[in-house]
């Protein structure tokens, strides 16, 4: 298999690779290293923080104190940056790369947040379980966590008085889109809804006093549906297998749709609903590995930041940084700006953001420091400064492991260093920029080059 094109999978099912996992690869065919990123995925290994003291309380029902309550909220406040963090080092360090990375796509699908980090872990983790499985079970899944009871208000969805939120966004956002059902279809599966709940531990409860046992007509169907009933409805609508196709190749593929691979991927999902298979499908196309496909897609925040420490190794010494920063970027895990998730593309730079990403790898790894200019240019030293003290009054503290990175590029020659770093092309303004920068070592000429707009693509 071609480097670029390995290069191209491992940014697209996790966040780069390193040059001795891209040479030992690059012996091996497409289809080898396609199956055994499905089967280092087989097994789920599930995020874990410690909310023993939250769970404890919770245990006392939902009844429990205003002291208790407002204990909950403190501790889950600081559980859920802990969970957070540890998210972000798990897409970083995970043998499970596939399944961590389809987590991170699910969750901006099934859209999701809550205050109680106890529900929220739960939630991550049924997107981590389903995240290669059956949709349909994987829709019905969450349609019964209590993080999504809560968010979008299922819980108060009662036969007297139907709450329609889950119903509508159900359909809209995450397996249909706008314009594929009416606003019947929305009242009536809603009542399908009605006593969908949970307890204080956040375990699904089926009150069945609160759900509406009329007979609901859904998509021209007539029964005394449940909420599986409804979902399972959708599903015979090719629609829905339509809708999610897109979802999945504007994350994986392109920002721009192709319908004839849209029309190939939805046969290959309608009917049996395999996520495995259909990404199976993906990985294994040749219009995958199209040139216009390769560097053309903007790096979230996340996939930022994680990707430049899959080059080089860095931790933040202080864990509110790491936060603070993905705010000042765009983007903070378990905390989407609303039910439709983040718009991502284009949607990920602006004026403020681009000159942050553009002066973060130096900042991170490397002391605010860029080597000097060539040629009695001004002295690079001057970019030597407190990071964005006027805009952010912060400086970012880090433990940066350099010596993980000499010894992952030892073998690469100086001048190869952008076949590693980079994953687009670098146009002509770029590669001169590049010649009139002293490069004293490989340390310094890969900040150089994490510092190119170029870097932004993967």
């Known amino acids: 298999m071609k480097p670029n094109h390995i290069q191209h999978l491992f940014w697209r099912v996790g966040f780069g690779i390193t040059p001795n996992e891209l040479k030992n690869l690059s012996k091996k065919k497409k289809e080898v290293i396609v199956d055994n990123l499905f089967i280092a995925s087989k097994s789920t290994t599930l995020l874990e923080v410690d909310t023993s003291e939250i769970e404890a309380i919770l245990s006392e029902g939902l009844k429990m104190s205003k002291e208790n309550r407002r204990k909950v909220q403190m501790l889950s406040r600081e559980k859920t940056k802990d969970l957070n963090i540890e998210w972000i080092k798990r897409l970083g360090n995970s043998m499970e790369l596939l399944r961590e990375k389809m987590t991170l796509f699910w969750a901006n699908v099934f859209v999701c947040e809550d205050n109680n980090v106890v529900y929220i872990k739960k939630f991550n983790n049924t997107l981590r379980k389903n995240a290669l499985g059956n949709f349909g079970d994987f829709a019905k899944a969450i349609s019964k966590e209590a993080a999504m009871t809560k968010y979008l ?9 139907p709450n329609e939120n889950f119903a509508r966004e159900l359909m809209e956002l995450f397996t249909l889109g706008e314009g594929h059902y009416t606003e019947t279809d929305i009242k009536e599966s809603a009542k399908a809804f009605t006593g969908y709940s949970h307890n204080a531990k956040g375990d699904f409860v089926f009150r069945k006093r609160q759900h509406d046992e009329t007979i609901k007509t859904f998509f021209g169907k007539t029964g005394n549906f449940v909420g599986d009933d409804i979902i399972d409805i959708i599903l015979k609508e090719k629609q829905c297998a339509r809708f999610v196709c897109k979802k999945v190749y504007r994350y994986f593929v392109n920002d721009n749709i192709n319908d004839n691979h ?8 309608y009917g049996n609903y395999n996520i495995e298979k259909l990404m199976r499908h993906v990985f294994m196309s040749n219009w995958f590995y199209d040139e216009k496909n390769i560097g053309t897609k903007i790096k979230s925040p996340i996939e930022f930041l994680v990707g430049m420490n899959t080059i080089v190794p860095f931790e933040f010494q202080n864990k509110k940084q790491l936060l603070f920063l993905q705010k000042q970027l765009g983007q903070i895990l378990l905390n989407p700006p609303n039910v439709a998730g983040w718009k991502g593309g284009k949607n990920w730079i602006d004026s403020n953001t681009i000159v942050l990403r553009l002066k973060l790898p130096s900042i991170l790894l490397n002391d605010a420091y860029i080597s000097k200019v060539k040629d009695g240019r001004p002295d690079g030293m001057e970019i030597k400064k407190m990071a964005f003290k006027k805009n952010y009054g912060k400086r970012f503290k880090t433990v940066t492991q350099w010596n993980v990175f000499n010894e992952r590029f030892k073998t690469v020659n100086l001048e190869d260093m952008p076949l590693h770093v980079l994953n687009s092309e670098i146009n002509s303004p770029t590669k001169n ?8 070592s490989k340390r310094e000429y890969c900040i150089q080059l994490m510092s190119l707009p170029e870097y932004q693509m993967c």
């Open 153 to 161: 208000n299922t819980k108060q969805n009662r036969k007297q008085k």
């Open 262 to 269: 849209i029309n190939e991927m939805v046969d290959v999902f």
């Open 433 to 440: 920029y590049l010649k009139t920068l002293d490069k004293i």
